[in-house]
């Protein structure tokens, strides 16, 4: 399942499994009989080793991601967190991300921190998140965005300080396009 989802998000040549090695000379303990391991091999013809050696940020974002959404399918949980879940992806990676992101939020809550347009749009509802100082002490604060706050929002993180009526053009198609 978790290869699946790797080649959903852009790793089809990914492959990924699960080291289980008994510790030696010991029985069951609350920390468990086995020492379990991660291996990962991300290009072709390489040998899989542990996935904290070989991943890299992008990577390990979307492998993260992929066993998250395999566990969070299953669990009773009501609410999974990510934060920046998309670090180091973009274009159409970070667009399977928020995908796969929205299928997993009509079963549960997810709740996402994100920097990406391509994720944002495939919310059901959107937070800004700020950040203010006076120098002395620093508050976060979270507003929810109303509809044309959104397109706004989504073109800032398109165009960046600049926002034009193309960037807004293209916030509102990704908004349409995303729509379940």
Do not use: W, Y
């Not at 997810?110 to 937070?127: D, E, F, N, S």
């Amino acid at each position: 399942q978790v290869q699946e989802q790797l080649a959903f998000l852009g790793m089809g040549s990914c492959r990924f499994s699960v080291a289980i090695r008994p510790l030696a000379d010991r029985g069951p303990s609350p920390a468990g009989a086995e020492q379990i391991e991660f291996l990962v091999s991300t290009n072709p013809g390489a040998e899989p080793g542990p996935l904290a050696r070989i991943a890299s940020g992008g990577e390990l974002s979307r492998i993260s991601l992929a066993i998250q959404v395999i566990i969070a399918s299953r669990a009773t949980t009501p609410t999974v967190i990510f934060d920046e879940v998309d670090v180091g992806i973009g274009g159409a990676t970070a667009d399977a991300v928020g995908s796969l992101l929205q299928t997993l939020g009509q079963r549960i809550q997810v709740l996402c921190v994100t920097h990406l347009p391509q994720v944002a749009a495939r919310g059901a509802q959107h937070l800004r998140a700020s950040k203010s100082s006076n120098g002395e002490s620093t508050s976060a604060a979270l507003a929810p965005l109303t509809a044309e706050a959104r397109v706004e929002e989504l073109a800032r993180m398109l165009g960046g300080k600049t926002v034009t009526s193309k960037t807004r053009e293209h916030a509102r198609e990704m908004l349409d396009s995303a729509a379940p």
